[in-house]
C-alpha cells in the first residue's frame, strides 16, 4: 500500500481543546413553546385526517358540479271552450253563488241553456274545484277555472252520471273559499 503524500496541515500541532464551531441552545426555546407547537401541530394534523377521511367516504366533495339552472316549468294556462256544458253547485251555506257564477260564464262566452245552476247537497264544501271526467279534457278544465278566477281542478268520475249522452260536461262545486258569510273554513 502507499503511504498519503504529505499536505501543509500535517505540520499543524495538535491541541488538545475542542476544535470546530460551539453552538449554545437556541434562546427563548423554553418547554412551554415547544409543548404549544406540539399541540397546534397535533391540531393540524387531526383537522386534516378528519377532512381527508369525510372526502373519502363521500360526505364531502372538494369539487362540487354546478347545480343545473333552474328551468321554471311552464304553468298551463288551458283552453276555455265554450261549448262544453257546466253544472254549478253552490256548496256553501251563502245563497245566489250559484247564479253569480253562471252569470259570470255566459258574460264570457257560454250559451245560456250549456250553464246549470243549483244548490249542491253539502253546504260545507271548502275549496271551489271543477270537476272533469276524461283526461282529454284536462285543459278546458283549467281554462274554465282561469275564467272562475282560479279554482281547484280536479278528475273524478263522481260527477259523470250527470253528463248528457254525447255531450260534455264540466261540475263546478262551489266552496267555502268563495262565501263571504262562511266562518271558518273546515279542513276537507
Do not use: C
Amino acid at each position: 500500500m502507499s503511504k498519503p503524500s504529505r499536505d501543509r496541515f500535517d505540520d499543524v500541532p495538535r491541541s488538545t481543546g475542542r476544535v470546530g464551531a460551539h453552538r449554545a441552545e437556541a434562546p427563548g426555546m423554553n418547554g412551554w413553546v415547544v409543548l404549544l407547537w406540539s399541540f397546534v401541530a397535533a391540531l393540524v394534523l387531526i383537522i386534516a385526517g378528519i377532512f381527508g377521511s369525510l372526502v373519502v367516504m363521500g360526505r364531502i366533495s372538494l369539487f362540487p358540479e354546478a347545480a343545473p339552472s333552474a328551468v321554471p316549468t311552464p304553468v298551463e294556462t288551458g283552453v276555455v271552450d265554450t261549448s262544453i256544458s257546466v253544472m254549478i253547485l253552490n256548496g256553501t251555506p251563502e245563497e245566489g253563488l250559484d247564479t253569480q257564477m253562471r252569470d259570470l260564464l255566459i258574460n264570457n262566452g257560454w250559451a245560456s241553456e250549456n250553464v246549470f245552476a243549483g244548490d249542491s247537497s253539502s253546504q260545507d264544501f271548502a275549496t271551489t274545484t271543477v270537476f272533469y271526467v276524461s283526461d282529454e279534457d284536462e285543459l278546458a278544465a283549467i281554462g274554465l277555472a282561469n275564467v272562475l278566477g282560479g279554482a281547484a281542478v280536479q278528475q273524478s268520475d263522481y260527477y259523470s252520471g250527470q253528463t248528457e249522452e254525447g255531450n260534455k260536461q264540466f261540475t263546478v262545486v262551489i266552496g267555502l273559499d268563495r262565501s263571504s258569510s262562511a266562518g271558518e273554513t273546515p279542513t276537507p
